[in-house]
Each structure stands twice: as structure tokens, then as C-alpha cells.
């Protein structure tokens, strides 16, 4: 954890949750997880980056799934935000919300966290969250508000396509 943050009681929180961008297609003989952002999907979350920094929103926090479109992903919006992301073994594709719950329950740091993962885990995790269906293509962030990580315990706050989000940035 960084330094100089201070613990936070977790009354209620803010959960940013981010598809990773577009990544390039499985080759012959490459695994899924080295798949790497094709360079439009680089640039975008660049953009998108900085949108959520003109938008005034936070994170303290960004975890990531360890494959490698998702860490990318992770990198290049904490830059924005001038924050060091992690990973996190859990997230891998097919998580679910107890596992969610599992990542953020080990961080005491912040009140707004961004997880940078996957689909269909993440539509998933809006479902049981907000009772929201949502279509997640990459690069998609939803917010949520929620008091605890619990079915049907959250407000779906917005869900912003990337080109929309990066857009409103002014970049």
C-alpha cells in the first residue's frame, strides 16, 4: 500500500469498475493472458485517464486482474490519476462477487476503489450489485455506490462508454 494514506472506515464506498481496453486477438501459441492492448485501445484509456480526473472522481485505489490487457489497462489510467495500481490474482476472468469482495476487504485505504478486469465477471458483478443489466465492451467504467459488497446493496451511478468519457476530458 502507499504511503501516506490513511485508513478510511468503510461506511460506504465508491467502486469504479473498468473493462479493460481493446486488446489485439489470440494468436497461435499465445495464452489469453499476454494478450496485449492493440494501440487505439492505449491511447483511448489514456484519454479516458484524464477524463476521470477532469471529472473530479478519485480512486485511491486501482486493482487490477494480473492478465496483460488488464494491467495495462490499470497503468495507463493510474497515471492520470497519480496512483500506483496492483493486481490481484482473484480477478482473473470467471471471478465472481465473493471474490471481489475477498480484494477489496484486504485494502482499509480508501472509499473509492477502481477494479480493472473483465467480462462477463464484471456485467455480473453490476447485476448482483445493482440489479443493472449492462453491456460492458472494452474500456466500459461503471460506478457504483454501495454500503457493503452485497446483492442488490448498490446505486448504479453511470455507465460511460470510453469514447463518451474521453470525450467529455476535452482531450
Known amino acids: 500500500m502507499g504511503e501516506g494514506r490513511a485508513s478510511v472506515p468503510r461506511s460506504s464506498m465508491r467502486l469504479y469498475l473498468l473493462r479493460h481496453a481493446e486488446a489485439s486477438p489470440l494468436k497461435i501459441g499465445e495464452y489469453d493472458r499476454d494478450r496485449a492492448l492493440t494501440a ?8 479516458l ?9 478519485k480512486p485511491g485505489l486501482i486493482i487490477s ?3 496483460l490487457r488488464a494491467r495495462q489497462t490499470a497503468r495507463l489510467v493510474a497515471e492520470a490519476l497519480q496512483v500506483t495500481p496492483e493486481t490481484d490474482a482473484l480477478l482473473i476472468p470467471g471471478f465472481s462477487l465473493q471474490d471481489l469482495e475477498e480484494v477489496v476487504s484486504r485494502q ?19 447485476m448482483a450489485l445493482t440489479g443493472a ?39
Not at 487505439?40 to 484519454?47: F, S, T
Open 108 to 126: 482499509t485505504v480508501t472509499d473509492q476503489v477502481m477494479i480493472v478486469a473483465h467480462q462477463p465477471s464484471l456485467g455480473q458483478v453490476v
Open 49 to 57: 485517464g484524464h477524463a476521470i480526473t477532469a471529472a473530479g472522481w
Open 65 to 67: 486482474s494480473p492478465y
Open 133 to 171: 443489466s449492462v453491456a460492458f465492451h472494452p474500456g466500459t467504467l461503471a460506478v457504483i455506490e454501495t454500503q457493503r459488497l452485497r446483492h442488490r446493496n448498490g446505486v448504479l451511478y453511470g455507465l460511460y462508454q470510453p469514447d463518451v468519457l474521453a470525450g467529455l476530458g476535452g482531450i
Open 40 to 47: 487505439e485501445g492505449g491511447a483511448l484509456m489514456r484519454r
